[in-house]
């Protein structure tokens, strides 16, 4: 039955591209019209890309000549949007056990456990996940490579782990709404808008102070909103910041909101599978 | 010994305080077609969800083919629910894809056949199929496994008089190829042509169960017609063998378990035109099996 998951998610990620897509051509023209402050295009010396040390932006009508450097750009950075955007993609997605909720005499009546069914689902929509992920990504980069500033990108070491992390942020979100909807029989499909309502509150409440049981009891709370972890990105890649919510490395976030995915997953599966047609 | 297909033992299903179905004793022998009729919320889609495993029981057993329900069961077994619950966002032909690849038996060329019998189009959405086409599809998937073991509730809802017909054909046809058919309809004359068996639910409970010509016989209509109005039966229908009477102008009728011979002899006189003693068919026995206790005005 991976095969209806692999349809319901293949559409999904469909709609999901063609925004994108549809952003970043936008983007794109707004760029070429010189509309955004960057400049619209970067052009090299005589010697070309080999001679790095300065280049020419473009904006508007001026043109100037600035140091190749600093239009460096780690790496990180567009993994950041294009996590935010895997996150906000699955904030959105229909929880896939609840979805069957009025199916289930039809799926429920093939020679296939539910357990494994169940699990057919999550792993379909894990690899949408990623799909969703690397689909961000990929667009990302075409406003980017529009004015010619794609080869300043540079590799840096906290891309992998900021991946691993945004990625096991939105298992978590994913999971999460599973096991709220999974052995609900009506519908789950407002249990995007409510999470991110309840997530953004939780991720509030913790910069109120009413006093320290209190804080204790929203920071503990918070290790269940995949918001709070991303207060816990800086801007200089991926690293913990003092200011974070939740007081564990980065190491810890990242085993943290896969282990509460995989909890949850298997939640909802075992709700998922006793529930009666 | 031959063992039962479905066995369904002292099946009670309760949603918390209303019983659904109440204490159902059921045995559907192989390559037979038995029929379940029962007014609206007799509990017959309920019985069918808990003989599939797709309801738990509160009380009681079930069997197919003398072991419990498994997902194994499903390789030879089919289901086809009274709504539609297809995918509205996939076509006929994604539907009969996955049914392909969740099913060892999915047979490819029993399934174009039965999509060209329907004229259903492969690449239309279900959203857009009428209400009769989606059962058609439902028919379709399961009939496309050739199954051993078919349960249908109203298989016939939605579909025009031509279909309909196409369905009890298709029916006829999966019994004589051995197949095991449970079915609840409607359509009584669909159940009167196509089943074996009757068995007959009233508010969760088995009121009647047996062969067609059994019930049939077990049942007469003494037909009295007076020339003014119906004179005075002296406590006639209190009789305990008259299930049900029914007064319509100058017409008696009392439909009898037994006796029919002798409540004609009493009836005759009473002075009416005529009297005659006929068989029942399915509707009126079903119509007995369901209405209310003889009311008062009955008895007279």
């Known amino acids: ?277 | 010994m031959t063992l039962t297909t479905i066995s369904v033992h002292d099946l009670t299903k309760r949603y918390g305080s209303f019983e659904a179905v109440s204490h159902l004793t059921l045995d559907v022998e192989p390559g037979s077609i038995c029929g379940l009729l029962g007014p609206n919320g007799a509990g017959k889609t309920t019985a069918f969800k808990c003989i599939l495993g797709l309801a738990r029981p509160t009380a009681g057993s079930i069997a197919i083919e003398g072991a419990p329900v498994t997902p194994k069961t499903f390789e030879t077994t089919a289901y086809v629910p009274e709504r539609n619950v297809l995918h509205e966002w996939m076509t006929v032909g994604e539907h009969v894809e996955l049914n392909r690849r969740s099913n060892p038996k999915h047979d490819p060329k029993r399934a174009d056949e039965l999509l060209a019998t329907f004229k259903l189009d492969r690449r239309k959405k279900v959203k857009r199929l009428s209400k009769g086409q989606k059962t058609a599809l439902m028919l379709i998937l399961a009939l496309s496994i050739r199954p051993r073991i078919l349960v249908l509730d109203e298989p016939s809802s939605g579909l025009d008089p031509i279909f309909q017909r196409v369905v009890l054909d298709l029916m006829i046809d999966a019994a004589a190829g051995g197949a095991t058919i449970l079915f609840s309809s409607h359509q009584i004359g669909q159940v009167e042509r196509a089943a074996d068996r009757v068995a007959i639910l009233k508010q969760g409970r088995l009121v009647l169960d047996g062969t067609v010509d059994e019930l049939k016989g077990s049942q007469k209509i003494v037909e009295a017609i007076f020339e003014d109005s119906v004179p005075s039966l002296n406590g006639l229908a209190a009789d305990a063998r008259i299930l049900r009477v029914e007064r319509v102008g100058r017409v008696y009728r009392a439909y009898v378990r037994e006796g029919g011979d002798e409540i004609a002899r009493r009836l005759d006189a009473l002075g009416p035109k005529s009297v005659s003693v006929l068989d029942l068919n399915l509707e009126d026995i079903f119509l007995n099996a369901v209405a209310d206790a003889k009311s008062p005005e009955d008895t007279i």
């Not at chain 1, 040390?53 to 780690?74: C, D, I, N, Q, W």
């Not at chain 1, 950041?80 to 799926?107: C, K, M, Q, R, W």
């Not at chain 1, 913990?240 to 298997?266: F, K, R, Y």
Request: a neutral charge.
């Open chain 1, 1 to 277: 039955m991976w095969y209806l998951e692999f349809l319901r998610m293949r559409r999904a990620l469909t709609v999901y591209a063609l925004i994108l897509l549809g952003i970043a051509l936008a983007l794109v023209v707004g760029l070429q019209l010189g509309h955004v402050a960057v400049g619209n295009s970067v052009s090299f010396g005589p010697g070309g890309p080999s001679d790095v040390g300065f280049v020419y932006v473009t904006g508007g009508h001026e043109t100037k000549r600035v140091a190749a450097k600093s239009l460096e750009f780690p790496l990180v950075w567009l993994v950041g949007v294009a996590g935010f955007l895997a996150i906000f993609f699955t904030a959105i997605l229909g929880p896939s056990l609840n979805a069957e909720s009025e199916h289930l005499d039809y799926v429920f009546t093939k020679p296939i456990s539910r357990a494994r069914l169940g699990a057919s689902y999550v792993l379909v929509d894990v690899a949408g996940l990623l799909a969703a992920f690397l689909v961000g990504l990929v667009i990302a980069v075409i406003p980017l490579a529009s004015i010619g500033i794609l080869r300043f990108l540079f590799v840096d070491s906290a891309a992998l782990p900021t991946f691993v992390l945004l990625l096991g942020m939105a298992f978590m979100w994913y999971g999460e709404k599973q096991a709220a909807t999974g052995w609900y029989q009506g519908s789950g499909g407002k249990a995007g808008v409510v999470s991110i309502v309840v997530f953004s509150i939780l991720s509030a409440l913790a910069a109120v102070d009413l006093g320290p049981s209190f804080h204790a009891t929203i920071i503990a709370l918070n290790f269940l909103n995949p918001l709070a972890y991303l207060h816990s990105l800086t801007s200089q890649g991926g690293t913990v910041n003092e200011h974070t919510l939740l007081p564990v490395s980065m190491a810890w976030q990242i085993v943290l909101t896969w282990s509460i995915g995989v909890v949850c997953c298997a939640i909802a599966v075992a709700g998922w599978r006793r529930v009666e047609a």
